[in-house]
C-alpha cells in the first residue's frame, strides 16, 4: 500500500461526502412535489404522462396497489426486452447485422436488466444491436433504477407518516425520479463522457489495419449515454464486453473517479432525502455512517491483500503486488477501490478482472454482495435494504433494554420484523441452495474453468452476483448455457423481488400507526451507539449465514497460497 494509493481513495470519499448535501436536497424536493429549476420545462411533461397513464399526482395508493403497479410495470419491460432481443435481426439500427439472440440468453438478459442486475452472458459488441442496446437496455438502466429509488421513498414514507393509508403512488414516482432526476443527471454526465472520448455514434464499426498488417473491426456505438446511466443508475451493463476496464468506456483516471463516484451518489444521497423526510437529518447521518464504516474496512482490506500479493510471485524476485487482471491506467489502489465501490453498490461495473484478485482481495466484493449490498447498495435497493436491517437491530435493542422496540417514534411489532427477516433471508436462499446444486451438477460443474476452492468461488460469487442484483462476475465461468441461464434469472428474481414486496408491506404497516413520543427509556437511533449496534448486526447475520461457505472458498485458498499451491 502507498500513500498516494490511500489520497485517492480518502478524496474519493471527501468528493463523495460533499455530493450528498445538495443531491438529498434536490431529490428531497423532487419527491415532496415542491417546484424545482427544471419545473417550468418538465411539469407540463409531467403531467402529459400522468393524463395517458390516467392517474394523477394527487392520487395515493395503499401498499398493495403500489406493488401491484410495480409488478405489472417490471413485467411488461421484461415482455419489451425479450421481445427486442428475439427479433433483433429484422428490426434497424443494426449496422453489424447482429441475429436474434438464443431464446434463453434473451430470457436471461431479460430478467437481468429488469431486476437492475445486469448480468451478461454474453459480449456486449457482439450480440446486441444498437436499438436493443438503446431502446432496450438502456431504457431498462432508466426504469429498473428509477424504480428501486421509488420503493425506498415509499418505504421512507412509511417511517415518516402516521395513521395514513396510502405511501404514494407509484407512478408519480417512477415519473419524477426518471424526468427530474435520472434524464438530466445523465445528460450532463453523457456530454462529459464525450468530452473524455467515450463513443457516442450511429455509425458502423470501423475496420482498420493493425501495424502488422492484421484486419481489425473496432466497436463503436451509443457509448456514452449508456455509460452514465449504467453508473448513475448502479447498473453496470457493459457496452462492451470488458466493461469498464474498456477504453472507449472508461478511457483514463479522471472518468474512471467520475464512474467511481456515479456509482455512489444517489444512494448515499437517499440517506438524506430520508433524515429530510422524518424531520432528523442526523437519522441519515447515522445510516451513511454506518455504511461508510463497514466500506472503508472492506476497501483497506481489498487494498492490502492485492498490495500485498502473492508470496509465490514474490518468490520470483517479482515486487509490487498483484497487477494480474488489472489495467496499468488505474493501477492497485483504483483497481481495488472500483472493486470495493462497484459490490457495495448493485452495480456490476468492473475496471479489473475479480477472478485475477488474491482470495482475499476477491473475498471483500463478494462479502460486499452476500450482505445484501447495504453498504449505500443499489440506488434504492441498498437504502430499503438497510432499512431491514435497521428493524432487525432496533429490536434487538429492544429486547436487551426489554421495551417494546421502537424506530422514529413508530413500534416495531412482530409483523414488521417477519417481514425484514423474510426480506433478509431470501437472498442466502438463492445464494446457497442454487451454488450447492450447481457444485455437484456435472452440466454445471463443466462450466468451471478452474477446481478445488477456486472453481467454488467462482460458482458462489456467479450465484451471489445473481441474488444480490449486483451483475459483476467473477470470471472463469461459462455462463452462457441452460442451467445458468435460468437458475441466475430465477436468483435475480428472488432478489429483487421477495424483498421489495415485504418492504412494501413494512411501508403500509408503519404509515397507518400513530407516532409514539419519545421517552427516557427511547433508544437513541442518531448515534455512535446505533451506528456500532447496526454495524453488529450486518456484520452478525452476514457472518453466522455465509461463513462456512466463505471458509471452503477464499479463505481455504488463502492458506493454501501461503503454503505454495494454487488453482
Known amino acids: 500500500m502507498t500513500i498516494n494509493g490511500w489520497i485517492q481513495i480518502l478524496l474519493y470519499c471527501g468528493i463523495l461526502l460533499l455530493l450528498v448535501k445538495p443531491l438529498g436536497g434536490y431529490m428531497y424536493r423532487v419527491f415532496s412535489g415542491d417546484r424545482t429549476l427544471l419545473s417550468p420545462v418538465l411539469v407540463p411533461i409531467e403531467r402529459g404522462l400522468y393524463r395517458l397513464a390516467g392517474t394523477s399526482e394527487k392520487e395515493e ?20 426486452l425479450y421481445a427486442l432481443q428475439r427479433l433483433q435481426g429484422a428490426l434497424p439500427y443494426n449496422p453489424a447485422g447482429m441475429t436474434a439472440v438464443e431464446p434463453g440468453l434473451a430470457f436471461n438478459t431479460a430478467v437481468s436488466f429488469v431486476t437492475n442486475t445486469n448480468w451478461q452472458n454474453y459480449g456486449g459488441e457482439s450480440t446486441m444491436s444498437y436499438l436493443v442496446q438503446m431502446a ?9 433504477a428509477a424504480t428501486g429509488i421509488a420503493i425506498a421513498i415509499a418505504l421512507i414514507r412509511g417511517f415518516a407518516r402516521a395513521s395514513s393509508k396510502s405511501i404514494g403512488n407509484f407512478w408519480v414516482d417512477l415519473t419524477r425520479c426518471t424526468l427530474y432526476v435520472l434524464l438530466p443527471l445523465c445528460i450532463v454526465l453523457t456530454l462529459v463522457c464525450v468530452w473524455l472520448g467515450i463513443p457516442q455514434t450511429l455509425g458502423a464499426y470501423v475496420d482498420a489495419t493493425t501495424l502488422e498488417g492484421a484486419k481489425q473491426t473496432i466497436a463503436l456505438g451509443p457509448v456514452a449515454s449508456q455509460i ?17 476496464a474498456h477504453p472507449f468506456e472508461n478511457p483514463n483516471a479522471i472518468s474512471n473517479m ?10 448515499a444521497a437517499l440517506t438524506n432525502v430520508f433524515g429530510r423526510m422524518v424531520g432528523n437529518q442526523r437519522q441519515g447521518w447515522a445510516i451513511l455512517a454506518s455504511m461508510g464504516v463497514l466500506f472503508l ?10 498490495a500485498a500479493g502473492n508470496p509465490l510471485v514474490h518468490a520470483l524476485g517479482i515486487d509490487g503486488g498483484n497487477m494480474e487482471g488489472k489495467e496499468t491506467r488505474f493501477g492497485i489502489a483504483l483497481s481495488a477501490l472500483f472493486a470495493v465501490i462497484t459490490t457495495a453498490a448493485s452495480c456490476g461495473a468492473v475496471n479489473a478482472m475479480h477472478d485475477s484478485f488474491t482470495a482475499l482481495g476477491g473475498m471483500i466484493p463478494l462479502i460486499n454482495m452476500q450482505l445484501g449490498e447495504v453498504i449505500v447498495g443499489g440506488v434504492g435497493a441498498g437504502f430499503y435494504g438497510i432499512l431491514m436491517f435497521v428493524v432487525i437491530a432496533v429490536f434487538v435493542a429492544g429486547l436487551m433494554v426489554g421495551r417494546t422496540p421502537e424506530y422514529l417514534g413508530k413500534k416495531i411489532e412482530a409483523k414488521e420484523v417477519k417481514m425484514a427477516m423474510l426480506a433478509i433471508l431470501c437472498l442466502p436462499l438463492a445464494m446457497l441452495i442454487f451454488t450447492a446444486i450447481a457444485v455437484v451438477l456435472p452440466s454445471a460443474v463443466a462450466s468451471m474453468a478452474n477446481g478445488g476452492p477456486h472453481g467454488f468461488t467462482e460458482v458462489l460469487y456467479a450465484y451471489t452476483s445473481a441474488a444480490a442484483n449486483n451483475g459483476s462476475a467473477f470470471g472463469g465461468l461459462t455462463g452462457n448455457t441452460p442451467w445458468y441461464n435460468v437458475t441466475l434469472s430465477l436468483g435475480m428474481l428472488m432478489g429483487r423481488f421477495l424483498v421489495i414486496i415485504p418492504a412494501l408491506a413494512i411501508a403500509g404497516s408503519l404509515a397507518a400507526k400513530k407516532t409514539v413520543p419519545a421517552s427516557a427509556g427511547t433508544f ?14 450486518i456484520i452478525i447475520v452476514g457472518g453466522l449465514t455465509f461463513f462456512p461457505s466463505l471458509a471452503v472458498g477464499p479463505i481455504v485458498e488463502h492458506l493454501a497460497m501461503i503454503h505454495g499451491q494454487t488453482f
Open 61 to 80: 395508493q395503499h401498499w398493495a396497489v403500489y406493488a401491484t403497479g410495480m409488478l405489472l410495470f417490471n413485467l411488461a419491460g421484461f415482455l419489451v
Open 136 to 144: 432496450g437496455l438502456t431504457v431498462q438502466n432508466f426504469v429498473s
Open 228 to 244: 452514465a446511466i449504467k453508473m448513475l443508475g448502479t447498473n453496470g451493463g457493459g457496452f462492451f464486453n470488458a466493461n469498464a
Open 258 to 267: 467520475i464512474q467511481m463516484l456515479s456509482i455512489f451518489a444517489l444512494g
Open 297 to 306: 474496512v472492506g476497501v483497506a482490506v481489498c487494498y492490502w491483500a492485492e
Open 524 to 537: 437513541p437511533t442518531d448515534g455512535m451507539l446505533f451506528v456500532g449496534l447496526l454495524v453488529g448486526v
